[in-house]
């Protein structure tokens, strides 16, 4: 089932524990986002205002008690959309968001997909769909995944990985 605008939005926020991301793009092609990149390349900088609205997301997430996880497997150099996300990661994590970094680098693939997806209370799927370019084609709420594979995927990222704060991408 596609799940696309309000019916995205009411579906994410209806997770009651936590919230599970695996993101595998060196670069995502992001509506409404231009601008704000096209600055940073050109300044370095990146200001997120308190009011953004991933951000006020993230801290109610928090606020309820609820937990946003996220790990971005990456290889070196990393890409300039990284360093921009990267940017905006130090805002997640003051806000609430575990963000980890999976480095590849020097190491093969220890068996994770080569594709983003959504893993909600540990029950619920959502693949994410994207070109090559980074536009997304689709977020579609897998019907019957092999949910096993998911938890282990998500538990391999999350041991393999370490928290933003602690990674050094030079």
């Known amino acids: 089932m596609h799940l696309d605008g309000d019916q995205w939005t009411a579906f994410f926020g209806s997770f009651e524990r936590e919230a599970f991301r695996l993101e595998t793009l060196?670069?995502?092609?992001m509506e409404g986002e231009e601008e704000e990149f096209e600055t940073f390349q050109a300044t370095g900088k990146l200001e997120l205002p308190e009011d953004d609205p991933w951000l006020v997301k993230v801290r109610s997430f928090r606020d309820s008690g609820r937990r946003i996880r996220r790990v971005h497997v990456v290889t070196r150099p990393l890409s300039d959309y990284l360093r921009y996300e990267f940017a905006a990661y130090r805002y997640n994590v003051e806000a609430g968001e575990d963000v980890r970094i999976l480095d590849l680098t020097d190491r093969e693939?220890?068996?994770?997909p080569d594709r983003d997806f959504w893993l909600f209370d540990s029950s619920k799927v959502v693949a994410m769909n994207y070109r090559s370019d980074g536009t997304q084609i689709s977020r579609d709420l897998l019907e019957v995944?092999?949910?096993?594979?998911?938890?282990?995927?998500k538990e391999l990222a999350l041991s393999l990985s370490v928290p933003f704060?602690?990674?050094?991408?030079?």
Request: glycine letters at 8%.
């Open 145 to 153: 995944p092999d949910l096993n594979q998911y938890r282990q995927w």
């Open 26 to 29: 060196p670069a995502y092609s």
């Open 109 to 112: 693939n220890p068996g994770l």
């Open 165 to 170: 704060s602690e990674y050094g991408a030079d």
